[in-house]
């Protein structure tokens, strides 16, 4: 299983809802790993998306405790042993955590790979993912060079997980 994400240099993750920044590249590199792939997310990801619906071209698995929640075009499960059970349907290797925070902290251990777009700035966040230079298990296994866009930095990181179930 995959993580993928932006971060900011505090591991900040969104603000109100929303993404910290907007960067056309990191989300072509977001589209190229996805497309074709499963997808999984909380509820409250899906709704920041693009009209509320699901990623076009993946299978989206939206996770919710909410028995009254309904998404056209998606898997919607209801609790994390409901979301394990589905996703057992699908190669580890093709299945991409896509946020938001609950949803990398509730499947991280289980991810192999995390694909981290470091923005070297900082901005007001409302939610984070864990610092993986700090988790056990996880290290830094590649960086690209750094890339620029109106004034941010950033580059793309491969972390791995050799605590993870895959190992
Ligand atoms: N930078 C990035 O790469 C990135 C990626 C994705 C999202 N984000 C940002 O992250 C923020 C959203 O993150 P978030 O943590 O607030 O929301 P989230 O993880 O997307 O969704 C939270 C919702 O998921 C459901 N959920 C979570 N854990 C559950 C459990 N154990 N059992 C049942 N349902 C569960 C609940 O839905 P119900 O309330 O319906 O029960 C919960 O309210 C936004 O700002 C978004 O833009 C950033």
């Known amino acids: 299983m995959n993580l993928i ?11 109100q ?19 074709g792939k499963v997808v999984v997310m909380g509820r409250a990801t ?3 998306l ?3 619906r699901p990623l076009p071209q993946r299978v989206n698995i939206v996770l919710t405790a909410d028995n009254n929640f309904f998404a056209p075009g998606c898997t919607v499960v209801r609790s994390p042993e409901q979301l394990l059970e589905e996703l057992e349907r699908y190669a580890s290797d093709d299945i ?3 946020g938001g925070a609950s949803v990398y902290a509730l499947l991280m251990p289980y991810c192999h790979y995390a694909y981290i777009t470091k923005v070297e700035q900082r901005f007001p966040a409302d939610r ?10 996880w290290s830094l296994v590649s960086v690209s060079e750094e890339h620029q866009h109106e004034g941010l930095s950033y580059r793309f990181c491969r ?9």
């Open 5 to 15: 994400a932006s971060v900011d240099a505090d591991w900040g993750i969104g603000y």
């Open 17 to 35: 809802g929303q993404l910290l920044c907007h960067i056309p590249e990191d989300m072509r590199w977001f589209k190229e790993h996805t497309t």
């Open 50 to 52: 693009p009209g509320g």
């Open 128 to 137: 984070h993912l864990a610092n993986l230079d700090q988790q056990p298990g």
């Open 159 to 167: 972390y791995q997980n050799d605590l993870s179930p895959e190992e």
């Open 96 to 98: 991409y955590v896509i």
């Open 46 to 48: 899906l709704e920041s």
